[in-house]
């Protein structure tokens, strides 16, 4: 994973977008990078995550000189199934793509220097994620965001619930980290069972429960099997699956 990187210790896993010269702009390379890195941390020991990025942005969005064609694969949740915690650590620009990565976190540490943005209705871009927005935070904010593109700065969003704490720049790691201490040392079957209820009441945009499903008909479309059994079926013969 040469975009993320990913560290263990003290039950926490902390995942680190280092494509700090791109101001971590989601490129296909990063997304399937922090794709692993979420499947990892679910099927590791540890008990909840961290989500930061190097440099002074957190994320600026999609690439627009390398575009990715599954932007969704960097979102927790909706990229791989989680059922531990993910808390954001942010700093600087939170903008398009970027938002829906946070948003589907269960906990976020400001930077007084964050600011959110989601121009893409001004540049004609959309990729189907970001209307979950309106459960995260109240409606007419979410429509703000939504259709006039203009910034949220940290405050703002931890006013109106989006955001759990705002600290001085360089303190964000630091509380986040603390955060997931408290988690790490708790109880697992409580934490996952009282995440797990609570994100049942939470409604969500349709594309957060279109996108995964159609990822698994898009890995049966090519995957080895289909291609063996319509080998089998010009040869006439029985085909050998193997689940892949």
């Known amino acids: 994973m040469g975009l993320v990187k990913v560290e263990s210790s003290e039950g926490i896993t902390t995942i680190t977008m280092t494509r700090a010269e791109k101001r971590n702009a989601l490129s296909q390379g990063l997304c399937d990078d ?18 930061q990025a190097d440099g002074p942005a957190f994320c600026v969005g999609a690439d627009l000189k390398e575009p990715p064609a599954a932007m969704w694969k960097a979102v927790p949740d909706v990229s791989y199934k989680l059922t531990k915690p993910v808390i954001a650590a942010t700093q600087g620009w939170v903008i398009g793509g970027a938002i ?36 995260r935070m109240p409606h007419k904010v979410a429509m703000e965001l ?14 109106v619930g989006f955001v759990n704490k705002v600290v001085p720049l360089g303190e964000e790691r630091k509380e986040a980290r603390r955060m997931a201490s408290v988690i790490a040392n708790s ?22 429960f ?3 499903e159609r990822y698994k008909l898009e890995k049966i479309a090519g995957s080895e099997d289909r291609k063996e059994g319509a080998a089998a079926f010009r040869e006439k013969r029985a085909p050998k699956f193997k689940g892949r």
């Open 34 to 51: 922090l794709y692993e890195a979420y499947r990892a941390f679910e099927t590791g020991d540890d008990q909840v995550a961290v989500l």
């Open 100 to 135: 829906c990565i946070v948003m589907t976190c269960d906990l976020m540490v400001s930077a007084d220097t964050t600011k959110f943005m989601y121009p893409e209705a001004k540049v004609g871009v959309f990729g189907g994620l970001m209307p979950g927005i309106v459960s």
């Open 146 to 159: 939504l259709l006039l593109g203009e910034e949220i700065s940290a405050k703002r969003a931890y006013d």
């Open 187 to 208: 109880a697992p079957l409580v934490v996952r069972t009282l995440r797990d209820f609570a994100n049942q009441t939470l409604p969500k945009g349709p594309a957060e």
């Open 210 to 212: 279109f996108v995964p």
